[in-house]
DNA sequence: CGGCATCCTTATGGATACTG
DNA sequence: CAGTATCCATAAGGATGCCG
């Protein structure tokens, strides 16, 4: 979030925008979820499954977080046993382009170090 | 990081290219620098002066901690009293385009919610 | 001036048992 | 099956005093 009782500069506005698009990647796992997301409707099994090292809190917060975003969505199927899945939102799915682009700055800084 | 002990999925290059972008602008203040020292090299002073609730632990902690990046330079200038200006590099000014265009991610979340 | 050292508070992530 | 609740561990950030 924007941090409290700094002078207005410039560069805020900027800094609100690319502070919001951080939030929906921001921890350890959201960009995985959506990564796999991307790839097939999953149920929350299946994610478990997935991500192995991830913890049931853990898990369920995010999802929720990201259901709260609108980056996903939730449906329930009133089924025995209940089935949920987890699907990307339009929304969600018009992030991943810039997502995706994000990799080159990865592999810039992947390169040797060049302190110019 | 990469999380432990997972099962590898297609997803996990993507994830770590996209994890090293995110690692240069990860932390409340790093973004804020970055924008910054687009506009102006600056000193150390200066900087404090334009992010005024920060700690002088977690400035300077940063700072080189994107110097040890790659992504900001540090210049010492031996005069009294001491100078230090701090100045981005040519692979930290590389980052800045797609940085940039995460703010339509950030317009596309500001719109009204979506889930479809 | 430009930090670092120390101590403290908060945020994030995790393990595990239990429930609708 | 798909979570919640509780408790715990670690990391990130902050306040402040001191030093080259």
Redesign the pocket.
């Known amino acids: 979030m924007m941090?409290k009782d700094r002078i207005a500069q410039p560069a805020d506005a900027e800094y609100t925008l690319i502070r919001r698009a951080l939030e929906i990647i921001?921890?350890?796992?959201?960009l995985y979820l959506i990564l796999l997301l991307d790839e097939h409707t999953l149920?929350?099994?299946?994610l478990?499954q997935r991500l192995p090292?991830?913890?049931?809190?853990?898990?369920?917060?995010?999802?929720?977080a990201l259901v709260t975003l609108g980056v996903i969505r939730?449906d329930?199927f009133a089924e025995v046993?209940?089935?949920?899945?987890?699907t990307l939102t339009s929304k969600g799915r018009s992030a991943l382009p810039i997502l995706r682009q994000m990799k080159q700055i990865g592999q810039i800084f992947n390169e040797h170090f060049d302190a110019t």
């Open positions: 941090p921001s921890g350890k796992w959201r149920r929350y099994s299946e478990r090292a991830v913890s049931e809190k853990v898990l369920a917060g995010e999802l929720k939730r329930v046993p209940l089935r949920v899945e987890y």
